[in-house]
């Protein structure tokens, strides 16, 4: 099993995850050992009292391969990401029923699915408008002056806050083990672990 040949070489490593969920406003981040991580959240023991897994769990956007250089050998970037300069190889490993906020990168994206299965909702760039971008309005984190997140929850939209929304055009896509889905910069994307 790949999570426990992780937990055994490279347990003792801490690293960020999130817990709770964004839109409830549950979310807050802790450090703790990959061990802790994958014990209490994605493989915990039948018998063990350290499952949280009622509690999405996510480690997220993290630079796992600059610190675990090793984990490389398992990645080989596409050919046609050799044309340019892959600047960032991040890591998203997280329960199911974890979800991002619906937002866009400004930089291009491939994502790769090693395990498991996720849904993936896209619009366009075309379709900001529609998506309710948090300017900096609300009193939340410093990432809304980017402008690059939605104050929709996509899990549960409230229509009548943001009618508009449910004319917006988007794209569904399911992946699975051994998929790559390429996410053009700009283009608003929100990603839900289905296991």
């Known amino acids: 099993d790949e999570l426990e040949e992780l937990k055994i070489k490279h347990g003792c490593r801490t690293v960020p995850v999130e817990l709770g969920v964004h839109a409830e406003g549950t979310l807050q981040e802790k450090l703790m050992t990959l061990s802790e991580f994958i ?7 039948a018998d063990s009292s350290l499952t949280n897994s009622a509690s999405p769990a996510y480690l997220a ?23 340019g300069h892959l600047e960032v190889m991040n890591v998203w490993l997280g329960t199911a029923g974890t979800a991002t906020t619906l937002h ?58 943001y009618p508009l929304f449910d004319q917006a055009e988007f794209v569904d896509i399911f992946l699975r083990p051994g998929d790559m889905l390429y996410i053009p910069n700009k283009w608003w994307h929100y990603v839900r672990s289905l296991s």
């Open 39 to 45: 014990d209490g959240h994605l493989a915990p023991p």
């Open 61 to 83: 956007q993290h630079a796992l391969f600059d610190q675990i250089p090793e984990l490389l050998e398992d990645v080989t970037p596409p050919e046609y990401c050799q044309v």
């Open 104 to 161: 866009f990168d400004s930089y291009d994206n491939f994502l790769c699915q090693k395990l498991g299965y996720k849904y993936v909702r896209l619009y366009a760039p075309s379709q900001t408008p529609k998506l309710y971008p948090d300017k900096g309005l609300q009193p939340r984190a410093s990432t809304r002056l980017q402008g690059n997140l939605s104050q929709v929850n996509v899990g549960d939209v409230d229509f009548d806050k």
